[in-house]
C-alpha cells in the first residue's frame, strides 16, 4: 500500500507558510509518486473531525499560486492540545492510515508533535516544520516568515519617519510579539542614519518602564525634534507583569483560553497614549498598533523568504522519512542550511533576542542587531533626504 | 531680472507629493533656465518666517530620487491661515521677490491660495497643485496621492481576509478619512468574490448606526463565518456627530486647534471594541487603525500616481504662466486630462463620493463604485483559493 502523509498549519499565519505546504507537497510527489497527501483544515482539529482536503490530486499550478498567497490555506488554529486532546489526534491519524504528520507552525506546534511522538510510539513520522514572525525557534538562525513580516515593520518605519519629518511629533507603533523582540527591532533595520527613526525600540527581552520610556521620548524631542518609537506588544514591567496587565485596571483586561492577558486589544494604545499625554503634554502624539500587516501584508512577501519556507516545507519530507523531528534553519554560512534536530530541542521553547542586539544603556538597537537584521532585511529602496 | 518661483506643500504627506515638488521645480528649469525656485519649509510657515531651501541648483539626480521618496520633504503645516496670516505671508512673498507661489495640498490648502490671490491683487501667480489621500477634491476625477493609498488599503484587506480565513473573527479596519470615503471603499478594490472581504463598509456619506453595524455583523458571520469591515475613522452617527463623538465621554474627547474632533486617537477602536463585547460577546474580534500607512507606506508606491503627482506639478507652471488656478485632473477617457480651474471652484470643498457607489440597502460597495477602483487600483497580485 502507498503511503499517507498528513498535513497541517498552526499558529498566525504568515506571508510564506503556504510555500512551507507547498515544499512538503510537492518533494512527497517527487519521492513518493503513489502517495496519498491530506491537508487536515485547521491544524489538528482537521484530525480531531475528520475534515480533510485531498492534496494529491491538486494541480501543480494550482499549488504554486497557493504557495504565492499570505495566510494559511489549509486554516489555522490556536488549539494547544494536551495529552488527551493528542489521543484523540492520534487516533484520528490511525484513521487516515497516517505514515507521516507534517506539521508547520512555532514552538506550540513543535510541543503537540512531541506529545504525538512520544505517544504513538515510532510508528508514525512526526515532523514540525518551522513557521513564526516571532523568530523566536531555538536551534534556527531565523525562520520561514521572519523576513517577510521583518521587511513589512522595516520599511513601516521608514515610512512613518519621512511622515513626522514633514509633521513632527511622537509616534509609537506597536509591533506583534509576546516574548522576544526581533520583529520589533526590525523597525530600525531600514534606518538611513542617526538622525532617522526609530529612535527607540523597546523589547520584551528588557524589562519596561513608563518612567523612562517618557525620558527617552523627552530627550528624543529635544535632540531630533521629533520621535518614532517601536514596541512589543509584549513589553513587560520590572515585576514581570506584561505592560497592558500594569496600566489597564484588572477588571477590564482581557484573557484568553489559557490564562494569557490579551495584548491585541487597543488597551495597550490607549495606556500608552495616556502616558503620553501625561508625561508630555500638549506634544503631537500618536499610538498606533502595526496589527496583522506585518505578518500577511500582500505587498511585503520577500523571495529570499518564500524560498526558505518552501524548502523548509520539501525538506521536511527528509526529516519524515528519517522518522521525524524538527527541521531547523541554522548554520548560516554564505546560505541558510536546513537540518533535522529533535522535537525535544524546540518544542515549547522560546528564543530570546540576544542581549548585544540591544545597546547596554539606551533603548536602540546596537551594531551586533543591526548587522543581524540588516543580513536578513538588506536595504530595499533608495531614498532622498528631505530638506527638513 | 529673473523670475522667482516659491513652492511649499501643505496638509498630510503622501506617497508621491514629492514628485509633485520635482514635477513643478523642473518644469520650471526646462520653460526659464534662469529662474530662481525657493522650497518654502512646512509650508506657508516658511514663507512667514523667512525660512527657505533653494531648490535652484539642487542637482536632477538628488530631486528624482526624493520624488520617489514618501513625505514632505519640504515639510508641511496643519496651519490654515486667516487673513492676518495671510498677509503677513504676502508680505513674505513680496520679500522673496515671488512671481508665483506654487502650493501643493489638499482644498484647504486651495482655500489659502485664494485668500492669498484675492489679497495680491494680481502681482503673483498663485497655483494650487493637487494632492489628497481622501481623494476629495471637487473638479477632479481622482487625485494624486489617492492611488497608492488605496492600494495599500486594498492591499491590507486582501491580506487580512487570508488571515482570518484561517483564523477566523471579526475583524475592523480603521481608516482615514473625515469627510469622503473614497479610500475606505478602496478596501474593497481587490475584493475577488462574494465570500472575500472586506464584507462590510462603513463611509461617512452614509449615517452609521451601532445597533446596524452589529447587525449587519452578526449577519456576516453568520453567512461566512468571519467578518471583515472597514470603517472611515470619520463615521458619523445620524445627528451629523462622529460616531467617536457619540460614543466617548465629552470630557475624553480631545479636539484640535479648530474644534475638530481628534479622529486619529484610539477612542474609536477602544469604542467599537466596546461595543463588538457588548453585542457579540464571546466572539473573537479585532481592531485596529491602519493609520499613516495607507499615505505612504513606502512598498505601496503605484507608478501611475507618481507620474500624475510629477504631471501635476509640472502643469503647475503652466498654469502659473496663466495667471495661477487649481491643477485638476479631469475628463478621464484613455488617460487623465490636466486643466487649469479657478481657485474658487476647489478652495474648501469636499467631494464626496457619489451615492451609486455603494448599494442602497447593504453597507456594501456597489458595481458603479467597484468600477470605479478597479479602474484606479487594478488587480496587482494574483492569488490562490485557500482550501477552508
Redo the contacts between chains.
Keep these: 500500500m502507498s503511503a499517507t502523509f498528513v498535513i497541517a ?1 498552526g499558529g ?2 504568515t506571508a510564506v507558510i ?1 510555500q512551507t505546504l507547498v515544499g512538503a507537497v510537492l518533494e512527497i510527489r517527487k519521492r513518493y509518486p503513489d502517495a496519498r497527501v491530506l ?1 487536515s ?2 491544524g489538528v482539529r482537521g484530525i480531531r473531525d475528520d475534515n480533510y ?1 485531498d492534496l494529491t490530486e491538486i494541480p501543480e499550478e ?2 504554486r ?14 488549539d494547544k492540545p494536551d495529552a488527551a486532546y493528542c489521543e484523540v489526534v492520534l487516533k484520528g491519524l490511525q484513521k487516515a492510515s497516517a505514515d507521516a504528520f507534517i506539521y508547520i507552525g512555532g514552538n506550540d506546534t513543535a510541543g503537540t508533535q512531541q506529545i504525538l511522538s512520544d505517544a504513538a510510539g515510532g510508528k508514525i513520522a512526526f515532523v514540525h516544520a518551522p513557521k513564526t514572525i516571532d523568530n523566536d525557534l531555538v536551534e534556527n538562525d531565523h525562520t520561514p516568515g521572519f523576513i517577510s513580516a521583518a ?2 515593520v522595516a ?2 518605519f ?3 519617519d ?2 513626522f ?3 513632527p511629533g511622537i ?1 509609537v ?1 506597536i509591533v506583534m510579539g509576546r516574548h522576544a523582540g526581533f520583529l520589533t527591532a526590525a523597525a530600525a533595520a531600514w534606518q538611513q542614519d542617526e538622525d532617522s527613526g526609530p529612535h527607540l525600540i523597546y523589547v520584551p527581552e528588557r524589562a519596561f518602564s513608563v518612567d523612562r520610556f517618557i525620558d527617552d521620548i523627552k530627550a528624543t524631542m529635544d535632540r531630533h525634534g521629533r520621535c518614532i518609537v517601536a514596541v512589543s506588544e509584549g513589553v513587560s514591567t520590572e515585576d514581570g507583569k506584561a505592560l497592558v496587565e500594569s496600566l489597564v485596571p484588572a477588571d477590564r483586561l482581557e484573557r484568553d483560553a489559557h490564562g494569557n492577558v490579551k495584548l ?4 495597550l ?2 495606556a500608552l ?1 495616556h502616558a503620553l499625554a501625561e508625561g508630555l503634554p500638549g506634544k503631537r502624539a ?8 506585518p ?6 512577501i520577500s523571495p529570499v523568504d518564500s524560498a526558505e519556507a518552501f524548502d523548509a516545507g520539501a525538506f521536511a519530507i527528509g526529516v519524515a522519512a528519517d522518522g521525524g523531528g524538527s527541521v531547523a534553519m541554522n548554520d548560516i554560512g554564505w546560505r541558510w542550511v536546513l537540518k533535522n534536530v529533535p522535537l525535544s530541542e524546540v518544542a515549547g521553547k522560546t528564543r530570546h533576542m540576544p542581549k548585544n542586539f540591544m545597546m547596554k544603556d539606551e533603548n536602540k538597537l546596537a551594531s551586533d542587531g543591526k548587522d543581524y537584521l540588516r543580513r536578513l532585511v538588506p536595504p530595499k ?8
Design positions: 498549519q498566525g499565519p503556504n491537508g483544515r485547521h482536503v494550482q499549488l499560486l497557493i504557495g504565492k498567497t499570505p495566510g494559511a490555506a489549509l486554516g489555522s488554529t490556536r521587511e513589512f520599511g513601516a521608514l515610512s512613518v519621512l511622515d519629518r514633514a509633521l509616534y507603533g491585541s486589544g487597543s488597551d494604545n490607549a497614549e500618536r499610538v498606533d498598533a502595526l496589527g496583522y500587516m505578518r500577511g501584508y500582500i505587498g511585503a529602496y533608495q531614498i532622498g533626504k528631505p530638506f527638513v
